[in-house]
């Protein structure tokens, strides 16, 4: 089966801070792999996406992730936290061979960044 | 504006009651999803158009959920005699390339249904 796991559920990080968020998935074959976040009252918004290539993908508001092949990870980092990342931070994942477009989300990180 | 709209942002509806949930994507977006978001959980897909082709509708719960989009544009997500159990965010997602694309899927902010 295909899934994706946030292991999770809060992380707490000082601002100035560096942050991870973490992710694993188990898709059969390659992967895309999209990180979104969402803030209180709003619609996901897309922050990066890994689909070939470089294994470290840059997104929005100085946000990073690496993919992991061999420990089929995709964790979400930034070098310096700041307040305003506080907010919901979900992965998800679609089989590159996958007829459809439907993606799968974790059940995601709440990401608290304290000043 | 050019995003994703969803109307109405907030239904409370009684048990039993019919609904309805519209859904705008970006124009020109050939895919359109739709999926729902219980309480602390990440979204659960429900259901997925090719321009007016529902070419995925393995993730609709039951067969009170019904989803159209007869004009490739506006879509409708329908739940008939709604239960306690359908109380959720209901989210809408478009995309401009076709089934097996890659692209980012774009939200529009939801449909908070509450069943009383």
Redesign the interface.
Known sequence: AQS?AQPEDQVNVAEGNPLTVKCTYSVSGNP?L?W?VQYP??????LL?Y?TGDNLVKGSYGFEAEFNKSQTSFHLKKPSALVSDSALY?C?V?P?Y???????????TRLSIRP | GAGVSQSPRYKVAKRGQDVALRCDPISGHVSLFWYQQALGQGPEFLTYFQNEAQLDKSGLPSDRFFAERPEGSVSTLKIQRTQQEDSAVYLCASSPGGGGSYNEQFFGPGTRLTVL
Request: avoid cysteine; aromatic fraction near 22%.
């Open positions: 994706v895309y999209f979104y009252n709003r619609g996901l918004q897309f996406k689909i979900f998800a679609r590159i996958s007829s459809a477009s439907k993606i799968i989300f974790g059940s995601g």
